[in-house]
């Protein structure tokens, strides 16, 4: 600061001394008004000069000030669609305390909707989108980099260790830091942080897991229903009003003279569709696989004929 105000009065000295020596000549030829000359001029130019002096110094403090401030971005993440409340209330906390921190300016934020904690960093849109903004914000301003990504906790970066150790990697790679709105510098304190998020999202899975079988034993579907059946009071059973149309489709499938081609033409049916339709059991057996095993039982709707 002191630098500052010293360059700015020399700047001063250097400017309004020609401009004094050249107003004092201007008056010297009336000697009576010379001295009357000075004062007025002398009052003009102070004035004029402490106001510029004093507009070079705020802005050029807050031009230093916008420097010292740390570039940052915000990231945000819901495990599912129904916390769209959850976004606005992450926002709103992180916003806080980044300024109550305080020398921070929020470049960005980036937001993944409905992705859970344990998903990979290749599947969250929002959070490649973020590294490949901080990658070329960093690349055209070398010198004011962004430098923090900030969390609400820790474990909306990811709630498994080993990713969390992935992220903190990559970010650290480009010269980024996690920051969270419950930070503390130690590292134990961070492990811990993360090894808890771990520990919740275990026990999220087996509470997940124990609904699934609840559903399951209950003879409920866990996926979208297939082509043919419909769900009526919460079971699987088959759709009346299409049912001809599967058989007959089915019989063309079982048919080794019928293309492909042809089936998926005639009933207006994708090749995939109709290969993945071949492949599953339900439609000739009535088996409903989850995770590789038989859960329950429907009505087929087409049992092929057996051969003489």
Not at 151 to 172: E, K
Not at 219 to 240: A, C, F, H, L, T
Not at 285 to 296: A, C, I, L, S
Request: charged share 35%; with cysteine; aromatic share 10%.
């Amino acid at each position: 600061m002191q630098k500052l105000l010293k360059n700015d009065f020399i700047d001063f000295s250097k400017k309004y001394s020609k401009k004094f020596y050249k107003i004092l000549r201007k008056d010297s030829v009336n000697i009576k008004k010379t001295r009357r000359s000075i004062i007025y001029y002398l009052e003009l130019l102070l004035t004029d000069a402490v106001c510029e002096v004093i507009t070079q110094i705020v802005y050029n403090w807050r031009r230093m000030k916008r420097q010292m401030h740390i570039k940052v971005v915000m990231y945000v993440r819901t495990s599912t669609t129904d916390q769209e409340g959850g976004l606005e209330t992450q926002i709103d906390v992180l916003n806080k305390r980044i300024e109550a921190v305080g020398w921070r300016n929020i470049v960005e934020t980036f937001v993944d909707e409905a992705i859970p904690g344990d998903s990979e960093v290749e599947d969250r849109p929002g959070f490649k989108a973020m590294l490949i903004y901080i990658e070329n914000y960093n690349k055209e301003n070398p010198k004011n980099t962004i430098k923090e990504v900030w969390v609400q906790t820790r474990d909306r970066i990811a709630r498994d260790v080993d990713i969390m150790g992935y992220v903190s990697v990559i970010l650290r790679r480009i010269g980024v830091k996690i920051s969270s709105t419950e930070e503390d510098n130690g590292t134990l304190t961070r492990r811990i942080h993360d090894a808890l998020g771990e520990e919740e999202l275990k026990k999220y899975r087996e509470k997940r897991n124990q609904g699934i079988e609840r559903r399951l034993g209950q003879q409920k579907i866990m996926s979208r229903v297939p082509m043919g059946y419909k769900v009526e009071n919460g079971r699987m059973i088959v759709d009346e009003e299409i049912r001809q149309k599967i058989e007959e489709l089915f019989a063309m499938l079982h048919n080794d003279n019928i293309e492909m081609s042809t089936i998926s033409t005639k009933f207006n049916i994708s090749r995939s569709t109709l290969a993945y339709m071949r492949r599953n059991p339900i439609y000739t057996t009535g088996e409903y696989y989850w995770k590789g095993k038989v859960k329950f039982h429907v009505e087929p709707i087409y049992i092929p004929k057996e051969e003489d």
